[in-house]
């Protein structure tokens, strides 16, 4: 299973960008790159994903290079509401066995 | 629509006893999933179902049997918990077993074994 890397935590301010990168070193050619985000005590709430390049939603934006073993998920103007756990997983493109490493807890500040 | 749902909220057990987890989901989806959280740690699969009538195991499987009862529903059971079996445990559907097909996650049932 493709293993990923990412800052065990990260703190912010409010209104502030929070960059948050992942290396996935083994991705295979068809694997996408998945972020998922959960708040304490729920359940994962998917993201965004990509395959390459830069992938934008109304939530967040997905910036993968050339070589995919690395994606950084940006989060504009971060409010108190997205203090969380965020998630970045290979998804495999033999069957959607997601594999959750340990995340990064960001902590959003007044 | 509910999205996923699961049963119960909370559970305590005693060691040795039986119990079985409830999940269904609204979205007329394909694949179901059984994740656990311990305190701390990330999600870890347990088991999964591609499409009605087909089970698989994932990454922590034994101590669990699973039930895909119909399209809407699948169950996990513990047939005899141990005290390392307590955790959070998530259910998820997709659309399909494959890449870029969004999981979508219920609100979880926290299990204490004593």
């Known amino acids: 299973l493709a293993k990923t890397t990412q800052p065990i935590s990260m703190d912010s301010y409010e209104g502030q960008e929070v960059n948050i990168t992942c290396s996935h070193n083994n991705i295979a050619t068809n694997d996408y790159i998945t972020w998922y985000q959960q708040f304490p005590s729920q359940g994962p709430r998917f993201i965004i994903q990509g395959y390459k390049t830069k992938v934008t939603n109304e939530v967040a934006s997905l910036f993968i290079p050339a070589d995919r073993k690395s994606s950084t998920l940006s989060l504009p103007r971060v409010s108190l509401s997205d203090t969380a756990v965020y998630y970045c997983?290979?998804?495999?493109?033999?069957?959607?066995?997601?594999?959750f490493g340990g995340g990064t807890r960001v902590l959003v500040k007044p | 629509n509910a999205g996923v749902t699961q049963t119960p909220k909370f559970q305590v057990l005693k060691t040795g006893q039986s119990m079985t987890l409830q999940c269904a989901q609204d979205?007329?989806?394909?694949?179901m999933y059984w994740y656990r959280q311990d305190p701390g740690m990330g999600l870890r699969l347990i088991y999964y179902?591609?499409?009605?009538?087909?089970?698989d195991k994932g990454e922590v499987p034994n101590g669990y049997n699973v039930s895909r009862l119909n399209k809407r529903e699948f169950s996990l059971r513990l047939e005899s918990a141990a005290p390392s079996q307590t955790s959070v445990y998530f259910c998820?559907?997709?659309?399909?077993?494959?890449?870029?097909?969004?999981?979508?996650f219920g609100p979880g049932t926290r299990l204490t074994v004593l």
């Open positions: 997983l290979v998804d495999k493109a033999a069957g959607n066995k997601l594999t």
């Open positions: 979205m007329n989806h394909n694949s």
């Open positions: 998820a559907s997709s659309g399909f077993d494959g890449p870029a097909s969004e999981q979508f």
């Open positions: 179902s591609a499409s009605e009538g087909t089970t």
